[in-house]
Every structure is written in C-alpha cells, then in structure tokens.
C-alpha cells in the first residue's frame, strides 16, 4: 500500500470477552491523514477492536501502535491524552449537561487551554446547528443532533486519530448523507485521520480510501476502497445487489471467495 | 407563634437531615451505590471536631478545630474509596450495601471504644446564645446551622457547575463510559466524590453536635437522612436538600399536633407517600436514553 506512514497501526491483536475470543490477530493500519474503514456484520468484533484500541479493553496479545510508541493495555485517560479520540456507537453524549459543557469535556485532557474557545468555533463552523442548541441539555436533542455533538466532542481532543464507531446508527438516510458529508470536509479541510467502522458499507466505502472486511474476529478482505466498492463479494453480501445468474435468479448458494 | 418557632427549629434539624441526605445522592450518583455509612460518617465528623476543639481534649480554637476535621474527614473518605470500596469495582452493587452496613458497625464500635457511649456536647463559640425577634427565639446555633447549610449549598453548586472537576463529576455521573473515552479518570473522580461526601457529613456532624449532644449511635439518624434522599428523588442535589427540609418540618409539627409516637413514624410514612405516588421523588431526574 502506497500511502504515507501510519498513525496507528495494530499488530497482531487478539482480544477476549471471558473465554470468548472476539478478535483473533487482526493487523490495521491507519496512515495518516486517511480514512480507514472496517465494515462486518454485527457480531464481527469492530466495537471491540475500537475498545481495544482506545482502552477501554485490553488486548491478551499483540501491540496497538501510536506514532512509534505501543499504547495497548493502558488506562483509557492515558491513551485519550496521547491523540486518541473516540466517537463510541450510539452516541454517549452527557445527557444533563449543554452542549457547550459536552464539548469542554472532550477537551478535558488538553493542556493548552488558551486555543479551546478557538476550536468549539471549529466545531459550531461544521456544525451549526450546535450553535444554536449552545445551551440546551444534550439529552434533549434529536438522535443526529447527538451524532454531531458526539463527532464533535471527539474533534475537541484534538486527537491524531479519531476513532468513529457507527456514526449512521439509527439515523435517516438523508441525516446519514449530511453527516458523511461533513466527515469528509473534516478530512480533506482539517486533515483528521479517522478510522471508521461502519455496517452500512456503501456510504463508509465511499468516504473512506481504505477498507478491510472483518469477519468473526478475523480480517478477511482489505483493499483500496474503490477496489472493494467493485469487489463482486463485497457487492453481494455487504452492498445487497444481486447479479443476474444464469438462470436470472439469485444463486442463494453462492460461496465467499475467502471461505 | 408556637407555629413559628416550631418551623425555626425544624428547618434547623431538616438542614442536617439534607447536608446527610446530599452525602448519600452524591455518592450514588457517581457511583450507583448507596453508602448506609454516611451517617456513621457524620458521628466521626463530629466526634473528630470534637476532640479537636473541646476542652478537655486539645483545645483548639472553634475555627481551627473545624478545619483541620473537614480536611481530615475528607482524607479519610477519600482513602476509604481507594483501599475499600474500589475493591468491589464490578461486584453487585449489594455487595457495596452490605459493605457500608458493616463499615457503620465498625465506625460506632470505634467510637463507642475511643469516646465513650455518653452523649457529648460540641463547645462552640455560640453556645446558649439565641436572638428575639419580637417574641420569637432564633437561637444562634440555630441560625448557625441554616447559615451554614446554605454557603455549604451554594459553593457545591458553584462547584458543579462552574469548575472544570466538577462538570466532569457531573459528567461521569451521567454517562461512566463516555467519561472513560473523553479521558476522565473516573476512578479518581470516584475517590474525589468520597471526599466531598466526607466533607458535607463532617459539617452535618459539627451542626448537629453543636446544636444537640453527639453519641456513637447518633449515626443512625442516616436512616432518616436516606428517606429524605428517597422523597427528593435519589439522584437530585436540590432535592436531598429539599427531603431533608421536609422531614425536618413535619417531624416536630407531628410531635406538636399528632398522638405520640407519630413523629417517629412520620419521615417513613412521607417517604411511603412519595414513592407511591411520584415514584421517582419530588425531583426527578430521570431521561430515557435515545436510540
């Protein structure tokens, strides 16, 4: 892969729940400035490789690398303070405190004070709406209110990564384009480097610029996102079109390619 | 009159219940569980003034005496999060009530054994004293206590709302996980909140020593500070507050106006009250999470 060097990159990890393995030795990389997406079905282990990354869990083996330095098993604090930000799935925004509280809270770990003012702008310039509700109780707002409260909360850490898990859960199509949208302008305008693990592949695939397939805890498929978006297996089971077959019905037996 | 100077007293009283009560919310709020050793909390709050200030133990100045006992208090609560109650992170949240129960054995034994079963009075600079306000007796640990409750009250809502430690113990209390991911150290912040509720027992202690006499089972008053936790609404600062003002009243009116006995019975029947017909408390804060 032709890209620059990475930011974050995970090697080898495995992770468990009790006795249950959910990841099993799954290596990403994320190079800087890009958008790196994980698509899988629900069950696939892409929340918990979130976790593992951002502390909340703890890999039994193999590293999580930052900018050089191995960051797997630490207290999550520690991690949000060395650049990574996570957006965790369904929102989590505080539900009794302003907006404005729930930004400043995302920027709990900074150190450099002066410059927060500077980037709640930031965030109300991307998201306007924000602006508006300042200083209403985020738990009143409409579920891609809370969405972008979330994205822009995780901004507030000015992290090197940010880590965005299902920012499409439980939206409208139309709010889902609205927020990609802005996903994208926040990489291209701002340079964020993101990692994005998404179910809904056609909208993730089209923002990112690289996928892997994740499957039972284990990568399955990794590639540009263009080359995935025309992979035929990724059309079928993640895009839902059928090919016209033979006989013109769908073949229901058809097999993955990596199976 | 006698109206009157019934209410003086029993806001007085219900400013104690509600600095015990405010112990308990903030506790459970931060940390789902419930501290039925908050009153035992308020005993050695005051037993610790105590010995600081009386004379027939240091003889320090009023001032001084309290102080040091609020800092110590609060050391001690916070160390007691760190070495006890942590241990039980991920355990049912019974094992912490059960826990607490015993702690407040623990806490009266040692009191009953360092001083004495007998009830003792805090030697405070405002002793016996009292205003007359055409007829009607304020006495000064009377007005002490309300004073005192309410710069109390308005520095810890200074506190959670304008300072950035605690906005986040809001914020932690509100969502523990998303706490985590924006960095917060939550575990120190458990232990912090121990602290405060240290603090708010110790100032209930040294009112309610100062205003009455202080015994090793004087902790038991916690039971009555826990109902008014309960009619407030278990999770609401101003409605603790609240709880413990209106236990604080009903019971000498009770005492007054009802058969004997009935005072006694009268914050559990309120709390019986509430809890079947607002069962979420006076102030509820309650929101259903969006999905």
């Known amino acids: 892969m032709n890209a620059p060097a990475p930011v974050l990159s995970m090697k080898n990890i495995e992770t468990f729940y009790g006795p249950i393995m959910a990841i099993r030795g799954v290596s990403i990389e994320v190079p800087k400035g890009q958008i790196v997406t994980i698509l899988g079905a629900n069950g696939a282990g892409k929340t918990t490789l979130m976790k593992t990354v951002s502390g909340v869990m703890d890999p039994e083996k193999g590293q999580v690398v930052l900018e050089g330095q191995e960051i797997q098993g630490k207290d999550p604090d520690h991690i949000v303070r060395a650049g990574v930000a996570h957006v965790p799935e369904g929102r989590e925004v505080f539900p009794f405190l302003t907006v404005h509280e729930n930004l400043m809270m995302g920027a709990y770990t900074r150190k450099d004070r002066e410059n927060i003012a500077d980037d709640i702008d930031m965030v109300f310039e991307y998201f306007p709406i924000l602006k508006e509700r300042r200083d209403q109780q985020a738990g009143t707002m409409s579920g891609g209110q809370q969405q972008m409260l979330a994205i822009g909360r995780g901004l507030m850490a000015k992290p090197k990564v940010m880590l965005l898990d299902e920012p499409s859960l439980g939206l409208s199509p139309l709010l889902v384009q609205e927020i990609f949208a802005i996903i994208k302008r926040l990489n291209a305008e701002q340079s964020v480097t993101m990692m994005l693990v998404e179910q809904n592949a056609n909208v993730a695939l089209k923002a990112a610029h690289y996928g892997y397939v994740l499957e039972i805890g284990r990568i399955v498929m990794a590639g540009e996102a263009k080359q995935l978006l025309a992979s035929q297996d990724i059309q079928e089971f993640y895009l839902g079109q059928t090919g016209e077959s033979q006989r013109g019905q769908k073949r229901w037996k058809r097999k993955k390619t990596w199976r | ?291």
Not at chain 2, 15 to 42: H, R, S, W
Request: hydrophobic share 60%.
């Open chain 2, 1 to 291: 009159m006698d109206i009157l100077q019934l209410l003086i007293g029993g806001i007085a009283n219900g400013c104690i219940y509600g600095l015990v009560a405010l112990g308990f919310v903030l506790i459970y709020k931060a940390t789902e569980a419930v501290n039925f050793a908050q009153g035992d909390m308020m005993m050695i709050g005051a037993f610790i003034t105590l010995t600081m200030v009386n004379e027939e133990w240091w003889g320090l100045p009023f001032g001084i005496g309290v102080i040091l006992a609020i800092v110590i208090m609060a050391g001690l609560s916070y160390l007691l999060e760190v070495v006890v109650i942590r241990k039980l992170f991920g355990q049912p949240q019974f094992a912490v009530v059960i826990l607490t129960i015993a702690l407040g054995f623990v806490l009266r034994f040692f009191a009953g054994v360092i001083w004495g079963h007998d009830p003792q009075s805090l030697e405070t600079p405002f002793a016996g004293k009292a205003f007359d306000i055409g007829g009607l007796i304020l006495g000064y640990d009377e007005a002490v206590v309300i004073i005192a409750t309410a710069v109390l009250t308005i520095s810890l809502y200074f506190f959670f709302q304008r300072t950035r430690l605690g906005v986040a113990m809001q914020a932690a209390s509100q969502n523990q996980l998303a706490a985590y991911y924006m960095g917060i150290p939550v575990k120190w912040i458990s232990s912090m909140i121990w602290a405060v509720a240290g603090v708010t027992a110790t100032v209930a202690g040294i009112l309610f020593a100062a205003k009455g006499a202080i015994d090793p089972a004087s902790g038991l008053l916690g039971i009555k500070a826990f109902a008014a936790a309960v009619i407030g609404g278990f999770g609401s600062l101003p409605g603790a507050l609240a709880g413990g003002l209106i236990i604080g009243i009903v019971e000498p009116m009770a005492q007054y106006f009802a058969p004997p006995g009935y005072s006694q019975i009268m914050p559990y029947a309120i709390m019986l009250i509430v809890l079947v017909v607002r069962p979420n408390g006076l102030f509820a804060q309650i929101q259903q999470k969006k999905v």
